[in-house]
Protein backbone atom coordinates (compact mmCIF):
# COMPACT_ATOMS: atom_id res chain seq x y z
CA UNK A 1 0.00 0.00 0.00
CA UNK A 2 2.52 2.72 0.87
CA UNK A 3 6.59 2.40 0.73
CA UNK A 4 8.74 3.41 3.69
CA UNK A 5 9.09 7.37 1.97
CA UNK A 6 5.53 7.67 1.77
CA UNK A 7 5.10 6.14 5.55
CA UNK A 8 7.67 8.62 6.70
CA UNK A 9 6.40 11.48 4.74
CA UNK A 10 2.92 11.02 6.47
CA UNK A 11 4.41 10.75 9.48
CA UNK A 12 6.15 14.06 9.01
CA UNK A 13 3.35 15.56 8.13
CA UNK A 14 1.50 14.34 10.74
CA UNK A 15 4.20 15.61 13.33
CA UNK A 16 4.06 19.31 11.92
CA UNK A 17 0.27 19.16 12.00
CA UNK A 18 0.60 18.19 15.86
CA UNK A 19 3.03 20.89 16.20
CA UNK A 20 1.13 23.79 14.77
CA UNK A 21 -1.76 22.91 16.77
CA UNK A 22 0.05 22.30 20.29
CA UNK A 23 1.91 25.84 19.20
CA UNK A 24 -1.68 27.36 18.81
CA UNK A 25 -2.73 26.23 22.21
CA UNK A 26 0.57 27.11 23.99
CA UNK A 27 0.67 30.23 22.53
CA UNK A 28 -2.69 30.78 24.00
CA UNK A 29 -1.62 29.73 27.28
CA UNK A 30 1.58 31.61 27.44
CA UNK A 31 -0.88 34.94 27.05
CA UNK A 32 -2.50 34.09 30.22
CA UNK A 33 0.36 33.58 32.08
CA UNK A 34 1.85 36.50 30.92
CA UNK A 35 -1.00 38.75 31.79
CA UNK A 36 -0.93 37.10 35.14
CA UNK A 37 3.13 37.57 35.80
CA UNK A 38 2.09 41.66 34.63
CA UNK A 39 -0.35 41.53 37.04
CA UNK A 40 1.87 40.07 40.02
CA UNK A 41 4.57 42.58 39.07
CA UNK A 42 1.65 45.64 39.68
CA UNK A 43 0.56 44.26 43.11
CA UNK A 44 4.53 42.99 44.28
CA UNK A 45 5.00 46.89 43.35
CA UNK A 46 2.13 48.02 45.07
CA UNK A 47 3.07 46.38 48.25
CA UNK A 48 6.51 47.42 47.89
CA UNK A 49 8.22 43.72 47.23
CA UNK A 50 10.95 42.74 44.91
CA UNK A 51 9.69 41.88 41.95
CA UNK A 52 9.73 37.88 41.64
CA UNK A 53 12.00 36.33 38.44
CA UNK A 54 9.98 33.86 36.23
CA UNK A 55 13.40 31.62 34.52
CA UNK A 56 10.64 29.25 33.61
CA UNK A 57 8.06 31.41 31.65
CA UNK A 58 11.26 32.87 29.38
CA UNK A 59 12.55 29.35 28.81
CA UNK A 60 8.63 28.68 27.38
CA UNK A 61 8.84 31.91 25.34
CA UNK A 62 12.03 30.85 23.67
CA UNK A 63 10.89 27.11 23.28
CA UNK A 64 7.68 28.53 21.47
CA UNK A 65 9.62 30.70 19.30
CA UNK A 66 11.26 27.72 18.43
CA UNK A 67 8.50 25.49 17.58
CA UNK A 68 7.27 28.96 15.29
CA UNK A 69 10.34 28.77 13.42
CA UNK A 70 10.07 25.23 12.67
CA UNK A 71 6.84 25.04 11.73
CA UNK A 72 7.43 28.49 9.39
CA UNK A 73 10.23 26.78 7.81
CA UNK A 74 7.47 23.44 7.13
CA UNK A 75 5.04 25.85 5.94
CA UNK A 76 7.44 27.22 3.46
CA UNK A 77 8.96 24.17 2.00
CA UNK A 78 5.52 22.13 1.57
CA UNK A 79 4.38 21.39 -1.94
CA UNK A 80 0.64 20.81 -2.68
Same mark, same amino acid.
Given at each position: ????????? +? #?????? +?? #? /??????????????? !???????????? /?????????? +????????????????? !???????
Amino acid at each position: MYGDFEKIL +L #LLLYCF +LK #L /FLFSQRFHEEYKDVE !YRKIEMAKAEKL /FGLDFTLYPE +LVEVKEDLHSMDILYKF !YNEQKVF
